[in-house]
């Protein structure tokens, strides 16, 4: 595999199920980051990984819980969504994180939908 | 901090050239200018980024004027396989942190 990759690439849960979004950077990054993206909105960043710490949660409610054992593997733990929640995941790695011109490698996303 | 303003869709035919023009009336001395891409359904990816002048790759070319108040992105010969949402980015956050994403322009390519 090279490049990013995410799975599942759809999901269909429903508000009281707990699932978990996986992705996998093959890129040698060190930095790591999950998005969101609505229809008809802007993407919006949701949390930034350094080095696996985390360095950014842009006000993103407890029910979504990320989390990075190492620079190559993010994890987007999801329970008792909303159905506002359906949106495509999108995970993106740079090289390292806190430089804003670093280019960003994304993955092709899940497709969440919260019945 | 700089933030863009970019025209919200854009049509083209097939084979012309296509500009898409991006104001950042703010943008701070340092700052680069960066284009992503976005097909439906999939993650952006990195166009090109510039400082000043002109930038040429092998998907498109950036032009800058001397005030870099704005920018415009060229692709050459457009064809249907560049219908896609087009983000211009300035840093918007002060600091080292990522470039925020706004609506982008949809370019849509008719044969």
């Known amino acids: 595999e090279t490049g990013v990759t995410q799975t599942p690439r759809h999901l269909v849960m429903g508000m009281t199920n707990k699932k978990s979004l996986k992705c996998e950077q093959h890129?040698?990054?060190?930095?790591m980051y999950w998005y969101k993206q609505s229809a008809k909105k802007p993407l919006e960043l949701m949390f930034v990984?350094?080095?696996?710490?985390?360095?950014e949660n842009n006000s993103v409610p407890s029910r979504f819980s990320p989390e990075c054992p190492n620079s190559s593997h993010l994890f987007l733990h999801l329970h008792t969504l909303q159905p506002e929640d359906s949106a495509l995941y999108l995970c993106?790695?740079?090289?390292?994180?806190?430089?804003?011109?670093?280019?960003?490698?994304f993955g092709p996303g899940t497709r969440l939908t919260v019945l | 901090l700089a933030k863009t303003t970019q025209p919200i869709s854009m049509d083209s035919y097939e084979g012309q050239e296509v500009n898409i023009t991006c104001s950042h009336n703010n943008i701070a001395t340092n700052d680069y200018i960066t284009w992503y891409q976005q097909f439906p359904s999939q993650g952006p990816r990195f166009i090109i980024q510039g400082y000043k002048t002109k930038v040429t790759n092998e998907v498109a070319s950036l032009f800058i004027p001397a005030d870099r108040k704005s920018s415009t992105l060229s692709l050459p010969r457009v064809s249907l396989s560049d219908t896609a949402v087009y983000y211009c980015l300035v840093p918007e956050r002060p600091g080292n942190t990522p470039l925020v994403f706004g609506k982008g322009t949809r370019l849509s390519v008719i044969a």
């Open positions: 993106a790695s740079s090289p390292w994180g806190g430089e804003p011109y670093n280019e960003q490698f």
């Open positions: 890129l040698g990054h060190n930095a």
């Open positions: 990984y350094n080095f696996k710490e985390q360095t």
